[in-house]
T-cell receptor, first 117, second 116 residues
Framework: AQSVSQHNHHVILSEAASLELGCNYS??????LFWYVQYPGQHLQLLLK????DPLVKGIKGFEAEFIKSKFSFNLRKPSVQWSDTAEYFC??????WGSGTYKYIFGTGTRLKVLA | GAVVSQHPSRVICKSGTSVKIECRSL??????MFWYRQFPKQSLMLMAT?????????EQGVEKDKFLINHASLTLSTLTVTSAHPEDSSFYIC????????????FGPGTRLTVL
């Protein structure tokens, strides 16, 4: 079955520290990959996405992610975090479900990031 | 991006009552909308795909008769939790994909349901 794993459930960093959040998925076919962010009290928002092309994608607010096909990974990075990056981050995979033939979205369990001022 | 609203944002009801949650795509016509459920400290679980003009497609393990979905127009989908019980208490989120297939989704703000 398709699955998405986020290894870090809680991350606490000081401002200006570098961030890397892990995301691995299990699926053998073509995938579309996303990182969504949920700021406190707000709804989920798209941070960045990968469909094809350059495996290093840049998103909003200085975030980037690298798709490494051989590792089935799509890790999120930011060189220097800010207090305002405190949020929950979800990795998501969108791929064809072979059973139904339709696209399915599968989300990871999320990583709560707290940035200390 | 698309703007998606949900109403109500929060609802508290007694066990046995039914609750309707609306999801509106404010600036985008959506033939498909998704309904998710999010438990505390857990991920979003897709419940069903709402299809305009036809029956919703439910994920395995989701009771069709309990979670009624109606996609009456290109901008509105409703989720009705029938005969709600405390175990139905959760955060329900809808989303609108920009296009069919593996597209970016735009999420509503969610509805917090508490069943007493």
């Amino acid at each position: 079955a398709q699955s998405v794993s986020q290894h870090n459930h809680h991350v606490i960093l000081s401002e200006a520290a570098s961030l890397e959040l892990g995301c691995n998925y299990s699926y053998g076919g073509t995938v579309n990959l996303f990182w969504y962010v949920q700021y406190p009290g707000q709804h989920l928002q798209l941070l960045l996405k990968y469909f094809s092309g350059d495996p290093l994608v840049k998103g909003i607010k200085g975030f980037e992610a690298e798709f490494i096909k051989s590792k089935f990974s799509f890790n999120l990075r930011k060189p220097s975090v800010q207090w305002s990056d405190t949020a929950e981050y979800f990795c998501a995979v969108n791929a064809v479900d072979w059973g139904s033939g339709t696209y399915k979205y599968i989300f990871g369990t999320g990583t709560r990031l707290k940035v200390l001022a | 991006g698309a703007v998606v609203s949900q109403h109500p944002s929060r609802v508290i009801c007694k066990s046995g009552t039914s609750v309707k949650i609306e999801c509106r795509s404010l600036d985008f016509q959506a033939t498909t909308m998704f309904w998710y459920r999010q438990f505390p400290k857990q991920s979003l679980m897709l419940m069903a795909t709402s299809n305009e003009g036809s029956k919703a497609t439910y994920e395995q393990g989701v009771e069709k008769d309990k979670f009624l979905i109606n996609h009456a127009s290109l901008t509105l989908s409703t989720l009705t939790v029938t005969s709600a019980h405390p175990e139905d208490s959760s955060f329900y989120i809808c989303s609108v994909p920009l296009a069919a297939g593996g597209s970016t989704q735009y999420f509503g703000p969610g509805t917090r349901l508490t069943v007493l």
